[in-house]
């Protein structure tokens, strides 16, 4: 399984939204999370034009314009923006739908495997808010 560049920068982007408005921002500039996060601000623009059509994220426009979360940290799971931005997070497209595969799951000797991988990638991407990754970052740059 490989993961787009565009959900883990996508990714990357919303955590570092997350932090920036939690300290005493109230809209940030892509400029900004292009130069934190070292990606493209043209990259991100496409990232977060996806966001916004989904209601993750509101656009300011004009000099002082830029972009804020429309929900708190708290209410988004990596699991939801990985999803939107990766359309295959499953290892294996048969485990996804199971008529790519003729031989899953009757001939398939480990398709249990590939079901239970797919189960603990997706469970551990749920369990994971923009808080929690915003408070991991936090503390490893304390620590």
């Known amino acids: 399984m ?4 565009f959900a883990r920068y996508g990714l990357r ?11 005493e921002k109230k809209i940030v500039s892509i400029k900004e999370i292009a130069e934190k996060e070292n990606v ?11 966001l916004r059509k989904s209601k993750y994220i509101q656009s300011f426009k004009g000099k002082e314009g830029g972009y804020r979360l ?5 209410e988004i ?15 294996l497209n048969c485990t996804i739908n199971v008529d790519e595969c003729p031989n899953y799951p009757e001939n398939c000797t480990v398709s249990n495997l590939w079901r239970e991988l797919d189960h603990s990638i997706r469970t551990i991407l749920e369990s994971k ?14 620590g």
């Open 2 to 5: 490989k993961i787009s560049t």
């Open 13 to 23: 982007a919303m955590v570092r939204l997350a932090i920036l408005t939690n300290s």
């Open 40 to 50: 493209s601000a043209k990259y991100l623009e496409a990232i977060f034009s996806t």
């Open 70 to 74: 429309i929900k708190s940290p708290t």
């Open 77 to 91: 799971t990596a699991f939801e923006i990985m999803e939107l931005l990766d359309e295959k997070l499953s290892p």
């Open 129 to 142: 808010t923009l808080q929690d990754l915003v408070d991991e970052e936090l503390r490893v740059k304390k």
